[in-house]
């Protein structure tokens, strides 16, 4: 067994204790103090590596914020902190504890289904508690976030890739004018080049206020909100967590009628996000019925989803090789490709992670297998930082990251392959 996996899988371990709040994990101290969504998600499943109780806790405690539309924010303020903008006073949401007005991708029921199977003895009752959240959950997708079998997002935060260059034709036209001035604390840990700029900024914020002025109505947003896209890697992620949700249903005995009814709704979806001028899935302006013209990560979740789609490949092959490391955010034969600022060119391991996943699934099992070697190389290089320079595998971002940690642990380390689990 390799020493230096079994040095950086007792890292991995540290980390995610150094960042765990007792029920709930930050993605890292400092820069992120309060609760993520899709972080917590996989947060659970590095957990259930080693302390399967804890990976329950930490879903347990993600859906304390669930709103009673069935809405699981993406980010729950459990305890006061003075580190991060914008905090619950600039959301307004009122809700107990308070939380963001948005939501993020829905990886809970995945990433649940997969804490489950580790014990399903053990893991039953559990699972009966959370199944009716989850279910709710992904209701709540169905009645404000779906066009015509397309999921979209009201705010790029909402689709985890926050800054991604999908996102530039629709931001263009966002009224800042009532913006005012705030304070950035993320500036204030990273390094501003690695992180959104201001304009983006402006416009992340003027979205916000939008939501709040009319105090998170949904209908409100959907029919004059500032921001409506459809989203390849929110339709993909959602596709594949009704498909888990389905078998956790059978697993209970509930009956899956409503998710099978989504499933088949999502896939004819996804049929209309490709687009043929770039030959990939990209994301759709709802409000202009433009295409944003952008080969991302997210375009290759079509896999994880459970779409084979051999067209996919030509393109997959073409930008793994375009860089040293994969999988870049972004096209990085695109002239919007930067390697070192967040979506808009870096490797994600998270995204890697799925992405592999799907492709194992669908029996490509080599370019998987790419990836997971990928990743490993760039945490043995560069430590557990929160995203990474395709080019020359640098860190950027936040460093002792609980997802990186997490994914480490549960996928890419090459203990796990050496053990077969």
Not at 28 to 40: A, R, V
Not at 128 to 154: Q, Y
Not at 204 to 219: K, N, P, Q
Not at 317 to 339: C, G, L, N, Q, Y
Request: net charge negative; proline share 6%; hydrophobic share 40%.
């Amino acid at each position: 067994m390799n020493v230096v996996s079994n040095t950086l899988d007792t890292q991995a371990r540290e980390i995610m204790r150094g960042n765990d709040r007792g029920t709930y994990t930050v993605p890292t101290d400092g820069l992120y103090p309060y609760q993520w969504n899709w972080d917590s998600a996989f947060a659970a499943l590095g957990f259930a590596t080693f302390d399967l109780d804890r990976a329950w806790v930490e879903l347990e405690t993600l859906f304390t914020g669930q709103w009673s539309n069935g809405m699981v924010p993406h980010i729950i303020f459990h305890e006061a902190s003075d580190g991060y903008f914008p905090g619950p006073d600039v959301w307004g949401t009122t809700h107990t504890p308070p939380t963001s007005g948005i939501s993020q991708p829905p990886v809970a029921a995945s990433f649940t289904r997969a804490v489950f199977e580790k014990n399903p003895e053990s893991g039953r009752a559990h699972l009966a508690a959370l199944f009716p959240k989850l279910l709710a959950s992904h209701r709540w997708f169905f009645e404000h976030r779906n066009e015509d079998g397309m999921i979209v997002v009201n705010h790029p935060w909402e689709s985890g890739r926050d800054n991604a260059p999908e996102w530039d034709e629709a931001m263009e036209n966002i009224d800042i004018s009532r913006v005012g001035d705030y304070k950035r604390n993320d500036l204030g840990h990273v390094d501003p080049h690695m992180r959104p700029q201001k304009t983006d900024y402006d416009r992340f914020m003027a979205i916000v206020y939008a939501g709040r002025d009319c105090e998170w109505d949904e209908a409100e947003m959907t029919a004059n909100g500032p921001f409506r896209v459809a989203d390849p890697g929110m339709t993909f992620i959602l596709l594949r967590a009704n498909r888990d949700l389905l078998a956790l249903a059978d697993v209970l005995g509930e009956d899956g009628g409503e998710i099978r009814g989504w499933i088949t709704a999502i896939e004819a979806g996804v049929e209309k996000l490709w687009n043929p001028a770039i030959g990939a899935y990209d994301a759709l302006n709802v409000r202009t019925g433009e295409f944003a013209g952008s080969v991302s990560s997210a375009s290759f979740l079509c896999w994880y989803a459970g779409i084979d789609d051999h067209r996919m490949l030509t393109a997959f092959d073409r930008v793994i090789k375009a860089t040293t490391f994969s999988m870049p955010s972004h096209d990085p034969e695109s002239a919007r490709f930067e390697p070192f600022r967040y979506w808009r060119g870096p490797v994600w391991g998270i995204i890697n992670t799925l992405l592999a996943m799907g492709l194992k699934d669908m029996g490509h099992a080599a370019q998987a297998e790419k990836l997971r070697e990928d990743t490993a190389a760039l945490i043995s290089k560069s430590g557990f930082a929160e995203y990474f320079n395709p080019q020359d595998g640098s860190p950027a971002g936040g460093m002792d990251f609980t997802w990186t940690a997490a994914i480490w642990l549960a996928w890419a380390s090459p203990t796990i392959k050496t053990e077969g689990s």
